[in-house]
């Protein structure tokens, strides 16, 4: 497979046509030499099985933190036409929505005081791990209004602040989200866990602003050099992972019927305009809304935390903005000289809207949209801006993160839970978590460096770098 | 339990082998627990599942995305599986004991059970399966 991929440019790489048989586009991807060295022949024969998929256009794409997943790969972007193209949960994944916000404080590392208690404090207050419950008791049909409303149902109750709701991506609400098309067990699994963080790479870091790239960009989205910020990475909880297990099931059958021939069964899909294919987006739409207010409550749990022992206002802590890792979007896009709407799938990859796009709230349309690369557990995290050449190239897309590049098992056997949180904490960054394994899983030593990653996505300009983020303390589930 | 781990980057891909089907689909739902929760005791809690699908591959997905979402909304850490599968169809009797957050908490989440790489083969002394889980 690998020997199939020619090289265009400095970072840019493409699988021709042929690779895999049945592909209607060429895969492209963007990647440097080190980073090139580790990538999986797995990864390059999905982003070429996705490149069969009915209706895609000009590319299949992996963006520089691609790596092998199942149906797409991890750091995959395609966009379908509406008339003939489909829709495919394998092109999001089981956690629907999966995706990151940025909150900013008022404080500075010197008003930082107790930070061990502080991280404990948050262990304690958000709920994480397996079989974890959160703070709310809902109903049914709040349930059902929260897969409606997104992130507005939590600041309705109380739980933000009206301004939170601008800072998100589609404000935190996609209008398509249909309730109705969510299964009764998608539901049960999501009413005991809305505030949770879950398991696996999920975290919340406290962080401090090293390192200032753009200035304008940085005062635009109120980052400023030593101050305290809090990143939250969490997606949909079992209601995602249940909807995607259903409807994926529903579309198989889908598949058949609308004689698709496919390479992998997780690329089961069907088209954008069947009852299938629109059932599964309104049930994707309501569990990513869910995945938003999730978020939410997460963050209003921290302001909370940050208000009481900081003794700060609860108004003085901004949501710089969040953004989604798994999700199909209709977004307009210039195709051929003219400006269609596409069904734009990121599978681990982040959108990075240009200046002047729609959605984005008034101070910063003239920048561009904030993009959250979290860094890998005791890494840097990097705050980006959106550009016109991510509109031009990439469907206004870029990386999600750093990228594995050590499978779980072998980062368990090669790296010791203890040690690395031993080491972290000597470096002056608190982890807490449920076990050591959790740790080891997620070590450093595990992922693609993500520094190089966002080099790469700068250095190509489909997003530029705006801050440097530090990690002090981590919650992971 | 006779299950290895395979090579995979981002999520779980196990190969588990098994005399019969009926015991693959069992000891894969098992291991699939101790993924998520670590080391279990055996329990008294019981649930009953009933399945039919398009084919074995099939029926396996279903199985082990009803073990997860029962585990998760019935509290339930299942330890001990009994599988009956006829054709396409099966019966199974799991059972296990209740989610314990003190001791439960050894394991990583999985959020779901994929096509991808999904593969029942049988051999001479018995059947073969590798799977993958997304956590």
């Known amino acids: 497979m690998l020997e199939q991929v020619t090289r265009l440019g400095e970072y840019e790489w493409e699988v021709p046509k042929g690779t895999v048989p049945g592909m209607r586009v060429p895969g492209r991807f963007f990647l440097s030499d080190s980073l090139y060295k580790s990538l999986e022949a797995g990864a390059m024969q999905q982003l070429a099985n996705v490149a069969t998929l009915p209706g895609i256009i000009r590319y299949s794409m992996g963006m520089p933190d691609i790596h092998w997943g199942y149906g797409f790969p991890i750091g995959g972007v395609a966009a379908f036409e509406l008339d003939t193209g489909v829709i495919s949960p394998g092109g999001v994944g089981f956690d629907i929505n999966c995706g990151v916000r940025l909150l900013s404080t008022p404080l500075t590392l010197a008003d930082l005081g107790h930070r061990r208690e502080l991280i404990e404090t948050l262990y304690q207050a958000v709920p994480t791990g397996v079989g974890a419950k959160g703070p709310l008791k809902l109903s049914l049909g709040d349930l059902g209004d929260m897969m409606v409303k997104g992130a507005a149902w939590p600041v309705d109750q109380g739980y933000g602040l009206l301004e939170d709701l601008d800072h998100c991506e589609e404000q935190g609400c996609m209008a398509q989200a249909q309730r109705d098309a969510v299964s009764a067990k998608a539901k049960q699994r999501g009413m005991p866990q809305s505030g949770t963080l879950g398991a696996g790479n999920h975290f919340l870091e406290v962080q401090v602003v090293k390192e200032i790239y753009d200035q304008d960009a940085a005062r635009a989205y109120g980052i400023s050099p030593g101050q305290i910020c809090v990143m939250i990475h969490c997606g949909s909880r079992g209601l995602g992972h249940q909807t995607c297990t259903d409807h994926l099931k529903v579309l198989e059958g889908a598949t058949k019927r609308y004689n698709i021939v496919l390479p992998d069964r997780q690329l089961a899909c069907a088209p954008l305009s069947s009852p299938e294919g629109k059932a599964y987006f309104g049930a994707m739409a309501a569990s990513a809304n869910y995945a938003w207010a999730n978020r939410q409550m997460i963050m209003h749990v921290t302001r909370t935390v940050f208000e009481k022992m900081y003794r700060i206002d609860y108004e003085s802590m901004h949501l710089v903005y969040d953004i989604a890792h798994n999700v199909a979007k209709m977004e307009e896009h210039s195709y051929e000289g003219k400006r269609i709407t596409v069904c734009v799938h990121r599978k681990g990859a982040t959108r990075a809207f240009g200046p002047g796009s729609p959605d984005l709230p008034p101070g910063y349309i003239k920048i561009g949209q904030p993009v959250i690369i979290p860094g890998s557990m005791g890494s840097s995290s990097y705050l980006l801006r959106g550009t016109t050449t991510a509109m031009e190239r990439t469907f206004g897309s870029t990386c999600h993160g750093a990228g594995r590049i050590l499978s779980r098992s072998a980062a368990k056997k090669t790296i010791n839970g203890e040690k690395v949180k031993n080491s972290l904490s000597r470096e002056g960054i608190i982890v807490r978590a449920p076990n050591d394994v959790a740790i080891a899983e997620e070590a450093p030593g595990a992922y693609k460096s993500s520094a190089e990653v966002v080099r790469i996505v700068d250095a190509l300009g489909i997003s530029n770098l705006v801050a440097r983020l530090e990690p002090l303390g981590v919650i992971k589930g | ?135």
């Open chain 2, 1 to 135: 339990m006779s299950y290895e781990e395979l090579d995979h980057t981002a999520d779980i891909r196990l190969r588990v082998r098994s005399a019969t089907s009926d015991s693959l689909f069992a000891e894969t739902s098992l291991a699939m627990m101790q993924i998520v929760y670590g080391e279990s005791r055996p329990g008294t809690v019981s649930q009953t599942i009933e399945l039919s699908a398009e084919n074995i591959e099939n029926l396996l997905l279903d199985f082990l995305s009803e073990i997860l979402f029962l585990s998760e909304v019935e509290n339930i850490v299942f330890s001990s599986a009994v599988v009956h599968i006829t054709g396409n169809s099966l019966c199974a009797r799991v059972t296990g004991e209740p989610f314990d957050p003190e001791r439960h908490r050894g394991g990583t989440e999985i959020k779901g059970v994929s096509y991808s790489g999904l593969r029942i083969v049988k051999e001479d002394e018995g059947y073969v399966l590798d799977i993958l889980f997304d956590v």
